[in-house]
């Protein structure tokens, strides 16, 4: 099992639940319909990676998101992650009307920073993502379609969560593909305060 970074401690998260479709501008461009309800999928734990890598049987497309760790009830923490994506196939997946776990949830497709503990979630609060220095996503709970209290609901109406687990809040607009060798640096910031901050070099 595979454990992330909890400040000064190592958590197991039993599985990854994620959120597709929550920016109205992210799915302008990747050119799907705004869905009637949330979208919901799950990463596995054998998902998660401390390696950003490039390509995995195709060449592999970044999403930069606030995470959250789920404990006692609540988001006890937040980091910033990367779902990776094959969207080749994802497409295929789509137009055949299949899942997108082949897209989404193989191994190494997770990677996060430490997750830092939060006493509740600013409005303010936005995920920004710099590829070789130049800011490629910037977005956040504001922007967001479903805010963190109503995904939290939603999923806990048909989903146990289990302390440990992480939550993938969705991706601003600026998607695009991991080239080896670029480096990305991931924040999570409230206006202009860096709570959590991360670089990969994309190998």
Not at 31 to 50: Q, R
Not at 59 to 73: K, R, S, T
Not at 116 to 126: D, F, G, P, V
Not at 169 to 188: C, L, N, R
Request: glycine share 6%; aromatic share 6%; hydrophobic share 40%.
């Amino acid at each position: 099992m595979k454990n992330i970074s909890l400040e000064n401690e190592s958590i197991v998260p039993s599985k990854i639940v994620c959120i597709g479709r929550n920016y109205v501008e992210h799915i302008a461009e990747l050119g799907n319909e705004i869905p009637d309800e949330m979208v919901i999928f799950l990463k596995p734990n054998s998902a998660i990676s401390t390696t950003l890598t490039a390509c995995h049987q195709e060449p592999l497309h970044y999403e930069a998101e606030i995470c959250f760790v789920y404990q006692q009830g609540r988001f006890s923490a937040v980091g910033v992650g990367l779902d990776l994506t094959k969207r080749a196939l994802q497409s295929q997946l789509k137009a055949k009307k299949l899942p997108w776990e082949r897209a989404k949830a193989f191994d190494g497709s997770a990677v996060f920073s430490e997750f830092i503990a939060i006493e509740n979630i600013a409005s303010t609060m936005c995920v920004q993502l710099k590829i070789n220095n130049q800011i490629i996503q910037q977005g956040g709970v504001e922007l967001m379609m479903y805010k963190p209290d109503e995904i939290l609901a939603e999923i806990q109406t048909f989903m146990t969560l289990q302390d440990g687990d992480v939550v993938m809040t969705g991706t601003p607009k600026g998607v695009g593909v991991i080239h080896k060798g670029d480096m990305f640096e991931a924040s999570i910031l409230i206006e202009d305060n860096i709570l959590v901050s991360k670089k990969w070099l994309a190998h």
